[in-house]
């Protein structure tokens, strides 16, 4: 225990003995070891904490890694800009379309009507 021999430990404890007396040895060595296992407890506590922010700085990394690679690939990728889409949209050709459309369902619900009638009159 902390690099010392069984010599070293028996005559550190004839000289507490000395000093302490056999009445107060008892307590003493009590309040040493809830004094360790405290020192003990908190370094403990130290080194999960300080792994979690290990951890926690190596999650925020590969994040930012991440949000890099695809900020990268978006940006090579060919997507139509926005002021694009819009002009698209309101072009004439698309209203012109979809006027087109409207009278091909207008006609269409017309021709169900007719044959409708025709089945109700037959």
Same mark, same amino acid.
Request: no cysteine; net charge neutral; charged share 35%.
């Given at each position: ?68 690679? %695809?900020?990268? &690939? =978006? ?7 926005? #002021?694009?889409? *819009?002009? @698209? ?14 009278? %091909?369902?207008? &006609? =269409? ?7 409708? #009638?025709?089945? *109700?009159? @037959?």
């Amino acid at each position: 225990m902390f690099g010392m021999g069984l010599g070293e430990i028996l005559f550190i404890a004839v000289i507490a003995i000395v000093f302490l007396g056999p009445e107060k040895l008892p307590d003493a060595m009590i309040k040493t070891a809830k004094f360790f296992r405290a020192v003990k407890k908190h370094l403990t506590e130290a080194k999960t904490a300080l792994d979690q922010e290990i951890n926690l700085s190596q999650l925020k990394s590969d994040a930012l890694e991440y949000k890099q690679k %695809l900020t990268d &690939d =978006l940006t090579k990728t060919d997507l139509p800009k926005t #002021d694009d889409l *819009k002009k @698209a949209i309101d072009s004439p050709k698309i209203e012109e379309t979809s006027r087109e459309v409207r009278d %091909l369902f207008s &006609d =269409l619900a017309g021709n169900v009507k007719k044959i409708d #009638d025709q089945i *109700k009159n @037959a």
